[in-house]
């Protein structure tokens, strides 16, 4: 029944390591979002995918690299993980390309943090 | 880019209403609204498009002056289940979506 899942819920590793978070929704969407979401609670997007493709790839290091096998999916890979990368990382759905007006359906979020 | 809003935190006693503003310094097109509850994720509450037009959901409804760039939330008669961090969000002409800074709102007996 769950829309938007993502998995793990929470992540605890080392500075330095390589972590996947992974995202799917079984709502039919045909794009998908990455959310960073910060200790003051800012909400910044980082990448945005419709139907496979790259739309929107706000200024995020390139140690973040998003990954789409298939419009349901859509999984988030970050490599040499660094203090400031703790965070909330929120996957987010809606129809049609971005800018159509549909609301956005999120998953629960993955609590990132760094040792 | 990214929307202000205003306050950043307000307080409210059950039954009081409140009102908060979302300001954008670019033309806006439409304007989104969330609701995100404490350690949970946002949740949508309403989308406003060009024309003023004025949108409910519950007791809570939302207006958008394309004009002044702004939108403002309106919450009437606040309940318990109404604290939460509320969120407007705005597409650019580049269609990036971007968040506002978040208004906390936590309502009290």
């Known amino acids: 029944d769950t829309a938007v899942s993502q998995t793990p819920k929470y992540l605890v590793t080392q500075m330095g390591n390589d972590k996947s978070i992974k995202c799917e929704q079984n709502l039919g969407h045909d794009t998908m979002y990455w959310y960073k979401q910060d200790s003051k609670k800012f909400l910044k997007i980082m990448f945005s995918?419709?139907?496979?493709?790259?739309?929107i790839n706000e200024t995020v290091p390139n140690r973040f690299s998003p990954k789409s096998p298939d419009k349901a999916h859509l999984n988030l890979h970050i490599n040499s993980l660094e203090l400031g990368d703790s965070a909330v990382y929120f996957c987010?759905?809606?129809?049609?390309?971005?800018?159509?007006?549909?609301?956005?359906?999120f998953g629960d979020g993955t609590r990132l943090s760094i040792l | 880019q990214q929307p202000v809003q205003s306050p950043q935190a307000v307080i409210l006693r059950e039954g009081e209403d409140a009102v908060i503003n979302c300001s954008s310094s670019?033309?806006?097109?439409?304007v989104h609204w969330y609701r995100q509850k404490h350690g949970e994720a946002p949740v949508f509450l309403m989308i406003l498009l060009k024309g003023g037009e004025q949108k409910g959901h519950e007791k809570i409804s939302a207006s958008f002056n394309e004009k002044k760039q702004q939108s403002s939330l309106y919450l009437t008669a606040s309940q318990l289940s109404y604290s939460g961090t509320y969120f407007c969000g705005i597409y650019n002409r580049g269609n990036q979506f971007y968040f506002g800074t978040g208004t906390s709102l936590t309502v009290i007996p």
């Open positions: 995918y419709n139907n496979k493709e790259l739309i």
């Open positions: 987010a759905s809606s129809q049609g390309v971005p800018g159509n007006n549909q609301p956005q359906h």
């Open positions: 670019k033309a806006l097109y439409s």
